[in-house]
């Protein structure tokens, strides 16, 4: 068994393939990727991740002014930066459904992921979004749960996750503000080649911009996604063998909204490899949240559910 522990995923993971490839000839070609950093649909069954999205991030600028200027005199003349801003992202994202318009963001989503997501939407019913803190009478994008599955994980879609160029409400004044900066996190369907995706949202959010007003678009080198290949016999065998004795139930199929940016890189080195990614992240765990949450013993049985997998696939191998 090769046991890889690395320490900075959460920063995308930059060391790691130089260690993949210097430590090549000890790790060898794997017969079984087991990962352990991805989620469950719920705390009943052994879930595995079939799939993750790829992301592209950057900031997107806009610059009227080289400084800020009193609004009264200036308003009606200069434009708005957070108007232009919002403008751009027109380009992008219908505003009124969330739906995104850029032809280049999509692909052609597998059947037998489409197929999963109705099975995972028939388990999880209303789950699919109720174990989500949804504020007041706030409703999620779509009343089918299976295509809210398929939104999470095989469709493009862009979230606003910090801005820059504002002060705070009880500090802001009468001043037209210079600039506006807004860092887009753009998730990418699993199979999408992810830096043409930035290529595409960089085109599209530079191109002769109102008023000629100075507009950038920068970020880091985008990750790609993941899509698991089909299962072995031996393994979907095993799988179910170990969610049956832990919870009494066969595994559960769904794909995950997020990213694991090694996976795409090892699925990428390892073509001929099977994989099994899963974790602990169900209903209420927030991740990465002030409240962050594990359900002991759904991981108990999750543990004996690999210990299981490691079982079989040592004699299957023998």
């Not at 490899?273 to 409240?291: C, E, K, M």
Request: proline fraction near 8%; charged fraction near 15%.
């Amino acid at each position: 068994a090769v046991i890889l522990i690395e320490a900075c995923e959460e920063s995308g993971s930059p060391d790691l393939p130089f260690y993949i490839d210097h430590l090549a000839e000890r790790i060898g070609t794997p017969d079984l990727v087991v990962c352990l950093d991805s989620g469950a649909g719920n705390y009943d069954q052994l879930w595995l991740t079939t799939s993750l999205r790829g992301m592209v991030i950057g900031n997107l600028t806009v610059r009227v002014l080289t400084e800020g200027v009193h609004s009264g005199a200036a308003s009606g003349i200069v434009p708005s930066s957070f108007r232009i801003l919002r403008s751009l992202l027109s380009r992008v994202e219908d505003e009124n459904t969330g739906q995104i318009t850029l032809p280049e963001l999509f692909v052609q989503i597998p059947p037998d992921r489409q197929k999963q997501a109705k099975e995972t939407a028939a388990i999880l019913g209303d789950e699919v979004w109720s174990g989500l803190p949804f504020a007041g009478s706030t409703k999620p994008m779509a009343d089918d749960s299976a295509e809210l599955i398929l939104e999470k994980t095989w469709r493009p879609q862009l979230a606003v996750t910090a801005m820059e160029g504002y002060p705070l409400p009880a500090n802001g004044g009468n001043v037209l503000l210079p600039f506006s900066i807004a860092k887009l996190s753009l998730r990418v369907p699993p199979t999408l080649e992810s830096q043409g995706a930035y290529r595409a949202l960089k085109t599209v959010l530079e191109k002769n911009p109102p008023y000629a007003a100075s507009v950038s678009f920068e970020g880091p080198p985008a990750d790609n996604g993941w899509n698991a290949p089909p299962l072995a016999p031996w393994l979907e065998t095993s799988l179910n063998r170990a969610s049956f004795a832990a919870f009494g139930k066969r595994i559960a199929f769904h794909g995950e909204g997020g990213s694991i940016p090694f996976m795409a890189m090892l699925g990428a080195k390892f073509p001929g490899t099977q994989f099994v990614v899963t974790g602990v992240l169900g209903p209420h765990s927030n991740a990465h949240g002030p409240n962050e949450f594990l359900h002991i013993p759904f991981a108990k049985k999750l543990s004996a559910c690999i210990a299981q997998v490691l079982a079989d696939h040592a004699y299957h191998h023998a």
